[in-house]
């Protein structure tokens, strides 16, 4: 069935240094996508968004870029401090399909002082 | 705005029994979705209510079932639970129409 998928399991950054996760989806009906947070213990918190209509989409630290060409989506943090070690998923869904979100296994992010 | 709460925290039930999760949406929000996330994985969609009926699910067995109340908010029940019904069970709540989805802090469900 169609998924999302994370390349890399694991990624370890030191403190202050940029942070790219990366994501590959395979629905190209799909036309929204999120990053999510997730703490231990803890729910998924929403970082940022972006649809399929757009590029490359920006927040406080946190870009997202989109390219619908290889289905390929990726989270860069900027100046990656510690309190952004966590486990961060990207999810995607489709207009037509209810806003059911479809969730990829996720990138441990540690960061090394 | 307390945002999507969910009870109980923890909870740990044997092999058959059945239990009930419950869910608060945030202030404003309609729709809840239900999500089981297994140690170490993404989170998997269950089903979503609106309206109090039932608007999408996804593949979970029958023993998985919901409800939704005048005041949105939600129940998940799970019948004849398995070991592998372990998990944190998730609650999103979203205003229907959008795409944003709200989590709440979980449930931990352990099958002994």
């Known amino acids: 069935g169609e998924s999302v998928g994370l390349h890399l399991p694991t990624l370890s950054v030191q403190e202050g240094d940029n942070s790219i996760i990366n994501c590959a989806y395979s629905n190209s009906a799909s036309d929204y996508f999120i990053w999510y947070k997730q703490e231990s213990g803890k729910g998924p918190q929403f970082i940022i968004d972006?649809?399929?209509?757009?590029d490359k989409r920006q927040g406080q630290r946190v870009t997202v870029l989109l390219n619908k060409t290889v289905k390929h989506l990726s989270l860069q943090i900027a100046a990656t401090q510690p309190g952004d070690s966590a486990v961060y998923f990207c999810a995607e869904s489709f207009t037509g399909g209810g806003n059911k979100l479809t969730f990829g296994t996720g990138t441990q992010l540690k960061v090394e002082l | 705005d307390a945002g999507v709460t969910q009870s109980p925290t923890h909870l740990i039930k044997t092999r058959g029994q059945q239990v009930t999760l419950r869910c608060s949406p945030k202030s404003g929000h309609d729709t809840v979705s239900w999500y089981q996330q297994a140690l170490g994985q993404g989170p998997q969609f269950i089903f979503q209510?609106?309206?109090?009926?039932?608007?999408q699910r996804g593949n979970f067995p029958d023993r998985f079932s919901g409800h939704q109340f005048p005041n949105y908010s939600s129940e998940l029940n799970v019948n004849a639970l398995l070991l592998g019904d372990s998990a944190l069970y998730l609650c999103a709540s979203s205003l229907t129409g959008t795409h944003e989805q709200f989590f709440g802090p979980g449930t931990r469900l352990t099958v002994l």
């Open positions: 209510y609106y309206e109090e009926e039932e608007r």
């Open positions: 972006i649809r399929s209509n757009m």
